[in-house]
């Protein structure tokens, strides 16, 4: 069966400083992969997604990055932290079966930047 | 750019009572796709719509997609308390799903 996690579930950072979350999904291929941010008490924002290793579509222009170094591998960066970045941030994965386009979320990575 | 939007925002019904959310999208979408967010949790899948008019029945929800298939809804007949959270509806067009902003339920026992 397939499985995604992320970590770590739940990260202060101060403003300024790096930020590297990582997301790895088993048990399928060539999944496409993506990164959302949810504000508190708010929608999904999708910030990136990716069909397949290196290639990365940015959604949002931001101080963040993406990268696909694997096929199961996603990883959100950034390089200097801002209050407006803290957030829920999902990572996600889908595949077509028979037409369905399922996104199957992983649990998340509360981020507090202060 | 692609928007999708819901309505309300939120909404608190007694418990037994019955449940609408709303959801409407700037484009044509390919499908349409809902989703159920438990406080503190992440999205889970619930149901997919693929064609114009589409109507699809989960025990208590009643999904619909418009004739147009820009805008959706969501029924939820008698509600428990194990409906309660937050659902969203998510358009989706290419490799890309646009969520929409979201209702959150709240069922007063």
């Known amino acids: 069966s397939q499985t995604i996690h992320q970590w770590p579930a739940t990260l202060v950072q101060p403003v300024g400083s790096p930020l590297s979350l990582e997301c790895t999904v088993e048990?399928?291929?060539?999944?496409?992969l993506y990164w959302y941010r949810q504000a508190a008490g708010r929608g999904l924002q999708l910030l990136f997604y990716?069909?397949?290793?290196?290639?990365i579509s940015s959604e949002v222009p931001q101080n963040l990055s993406a990268s696909r170094p694997q096929d199961r591998q996603f990883i959100l960066s950034s390089k200097k932290l801002l209050l407006s970045d803290s957030g829920f941030y999902l990572c996600?994965?889908?595949?077509?079966?028979?037409?369905?386009?399922?996104?199957?979320f992983g649990p998340g990575t509360r981020l507090t930047v202060t | 750019g692609q928007q999708v939007m819901q309505i309300p925002q939120y909404q608190h019904v007694q418990e037994g009572e019955d449940f609408t959310t709303y959801c409407n999208s700037s484009t044509t979408l390919s499908n349409i796709q809902w989703y159920k967010q438990r406080p503190g949790g992440h999205p889970v899948f619930l149901i997919q719509?693929?064609?114009?008019?589409e109507v699809k029945k989960q025990k208590r929800l009643t999904f619909q997609f418009g004739e147009a298939k820009k805008n959706s809804s969501l029924h939820i007949t008698a509600t428990q308390t194990t409906d309660v959270g937050t659902y969203f509806c998510a358009g989706h067009t290419g490799n890309q799903f646009y969520f929409g902003t979201g209702t959150s339920l709240t069922v007063i026992p």
């Open positions: 048990g399928t291929s060539n999944p496409n």
């Open positions: 990716s069909v397949g290793i290196g290639q």
């Open positions: 996600a994965w889908s595949v077509s079966d028979r037409g369905i386009y399922e996104q199957y």
């Open positions: 719509l693929v064609k114009s008019g």
